[in-house]
């Protein structure tokens, strides 16, 4: 069990059912859960720990190794934990309680992102039944539409509280969807809204819940099945048809296999690689059905670009669409290592535009309040408060006497 970084981030799985969404969270946490061609074979929702990639910066420094305490690093690879959840299928009308849509609904509340798994070979329709003819397109509108209808339910149903206030009421009404002040402020200056005396429209309210979950829960779509004939057309019509989303071929169940596989040596494989190698061991002992299996494995992820897609979904969400980056406090920066000589152990997850001021509170509030300044390891130089913090940066953090 790891301690996760500062910034403790969730993403939250959503789409409709039998898409392959707990093939994708068992892909991407190694949690067993249940997994079966059926809607609704997840009701409960799944709570997991999964991993961004980057390359460790004991790399660039030309160490041997590093010390992990609360992230791991794989053969160069840094990994760093966040959680991710994945709840129950959602069908039409999801925000009305069709299929216990609103209670999976209220489960994400808390999510930074989505990660939304779309069935792209096209053959199951929006409530998880086979089909042969099924548009993946509309099954990013339906979800679109669901969650937006679901924040307008959430203002519809406190508007009594905050009618004929101003915004500071709203905000207070809105926290728990992470919809500060001046992000209500910026969407009714967008849409020209009125932020004293509120008397919005039914019109007004759907439009203001729109631009919020546009805001606040950004969709990363994870094309799964890319490996089922027919997905490829699929795939092309998905990315014509959305222009503006980023969209992720993946094969889940190939995730399952290869990690599975690398967890019992059988092969050498870092979540995220574009192929793997066959260990020693296993080379000699496979019989020929389970080498077919590694082959048809290795087919499998070497056709796509992003090798499974799992993982490229998750670095895609975390670091373009949420805007976070790693950064690596030390205290001794011609050793990259704290008090005890533990090379590079933490890692912490920060929004892009963090101060180093702000990093150091993050790390401990009394370093900011005693903050001087820091020494950036990789240039060797000092930066002041001010100085924003960059993916990859190691940075010794100078504090004065209490």
Same mark, same amino acid.
């Given at each position: 069990?790891?301690?996760?970084?500062?910034?403790? %981030?969730?993403?939250?799985?959503?789409?409709?059912? +039998?898409?392959?969404?707990?093939?994708? *969270?068992?892909? /991407?946490?190694?949690?067993?859960?249940?997994?079966?061609?059926?809607?609704?074979?997840?009701?409960?929702?799944?709570?997991?720990?999964?991993?961004?990639? #980057?390359?460790?910066?004991? !790399?660039?420094?030309?160490?041997?190794?590093?010390?992990?305490?609360?992230?791991?690093?794989? @053969?160069?690879?840094?990994?760093?934990?966040?959680?991710?959840?994945?709840? /129950?299928?959602?069908?039409?009308?999801?925000?009305?309680?069709?299929?216990?849509?609103?209670?999976?609904?209220?489960?994400?509340?808390?999510?930074?992102?989505?990660? =939304?798994?779309?069935? !792209?070979?096209?053959?199951?329709?929006?409530?998880? +039944?086979?089909?042969? =003819?099924?548009?993946?397109?509309?099954?990013?509108?339906?979800?679109?539409?669901?969650?937006?209808?679901?924040? %307008? $339910?959430? !203002?519809?149903?406190?508007?009594?509280?905050?009618?004929?206030?101003?915004?500071?009421?709203?905000?207070?009404?809105?926290? $728990?969807?992470?919809?500060?002040?001046?992000?209500?402020?910026?969407?009714?200056?967008?849409?020209?809204?009125?932020?004293?005396?509120?008397?919005?429209?039914?019109?007004? %309210?759907?439009?203001? /819940?729109?631009?919020?979950?546009?805001?606040?829960?950004?969709? !990363?779509?994870a094309a799964n099945k890319f490996d089922v004939p027919g997905a490829a057309e699929n795939l092309a019509k998905l990315r014509e048809r959305f222009p503006d989303m980023l969209i992720?071929? &993946?094969? /889940?169940?190939?995730?399952?296999?290869?990690?599975?596989?690398?967890?019992?040596?059988?092969?050498?494989?870092?979540?995220?690689?574009?192929?793997?190698?066959?260990?020693?061991?296993?080379?000699?002992?496979?019989?020929?059905?389970?080498?077919?299996?590694?082959?048809?494995?290795?087919?499998?992820?070497?056709?796509?670009?992003?090798? &499974?897609?799992?993982?490229?979904?998750?670095?895609?969400?975390?670091?373009?669409?949420?805007?976070?980056?790693?950064?690596?406090?030390?205290?001794?920066?011609?050793?990259?290592?704290?008090? *005890? @000589?533990?090379?590079?152990?933490?890692?912490?997850?920060?929004?892009?535009?963090?101060?180093?001021?702000? *990093?150091?509170?993050k790390i401990h509030t009394d370093l900011a309040e005693r903050f001087i300044g820091a020494i950036n390891a990789r240039t060797r130089m000092r930066v002041g408060k001010d100085y924003?913090? #960059?993916?990859?940066?190691?940075?010794?953090?100078?504090? $004065?006497?209490?």
């Amino acid at each position: 069990m790891f301690i996760l970084p500062s910034y403790c %981030m969730l993403l939250g799985l959503v789409g409709k059912p +039998n898409s392959g969404k707990s093939s994708f *969270f068992a892909g /991407a946490t190694l949690v067993d859960v249940e997994i079966a061609n059926r809607p609704f074979t997840t009701i409960n929702p799944n709570k997991g720990v999964t991993y961004v990639r #980057q390359k460790c910066p004991h !790399v660039d420094f030309g160490l041997k190794e590093c010390n992990p305490r609360n992230s791991k690093c794989e @053969g160069g690879v840094r990994l760093i934990p966040i959680n991710i959840i994945d709840v /129950a299928g959602l069908v039409p009308d999801a925000h009305l309680g069709k299929g216990r849509g609103n209670a999976f609904l209220s489960d994400l509340n808390q999510a930074d992102a989505f990660i =939304q798994v779309v069935d !792209v070979s096209g053959r199951t329709d929006l409530y998880g +039944n086979e089909s042969e =003819q099924s548009d993946p397109g509309d099954e990013i509108e339906f979800l679109e539409k669901e969650i937006t209808y679901w924040i %307008m $339910g959430i !203002v519809k149903k406190n508007w009594g509280k905050v009618r004929g206030k101003n915004i500071d009421s709203l905000a207070e009404m809105l926290s $728990g969807l992470r919809l500060t002040k001046q992000r209500i402020e910026a969407i009714a200056d967008k849409l020209k809204l009125a932020k004293e005396r509120l008397a919005w429209t039914d019109e007004e %309210m759907l439009s203001f /819940a729109d631009e919020a979950r546009k805001m606040t829960k950004p969709i !990363v779509i994870a094309a799964n099945k890319f490996d089922v004939p027919g997905a490829a057309e699929n795939l092309a019509k998905l990315r014509e048809r959305f222009p503006d989303m980023l969209i992720i071929p &993946t094969c /889940a169940p190939a995730e399952i296999a290869l990690r599975k596989a690398a967890q019992k040596g059988v092969i050498k494989y870092t979540p995220g690689d574009k192929t793997f190698e066959l260990s020693e061991a296993a080379a000699s002992s496979l019989d020929e059905k389970q080498k077919a299996g590694i082959a048809s494995l290795k087919k499998i992820i070497e056709s796509n670009e992003f090798g &499974t897609g799992v993982q490229k979904v998750i670095d895609a969400t975390v670091f373009e669409y949420l805007g976070l980056v790693a950064v690596y406090p030390v205290e001794d920066e011609h050793k990259f290592s704290n008090n *005890f @000589g533990h090379v590079l152990p933490d890692t912490f997850l920060v929004p892009k535009g963090t101060t180093a001021l702000e *990093f150091a509170g993050k790390i401990h509030t009394d370093l900011a309040e005693r903050f001087i300044g820091a020494i950036n390891a990789r240039t060797r130089m000092r930066v002041g408060k001010d100085y924003l913090v #960059q993916n990859g940066d190691v940075l010794k953090i100078i504090a $004065g006497g209490k």
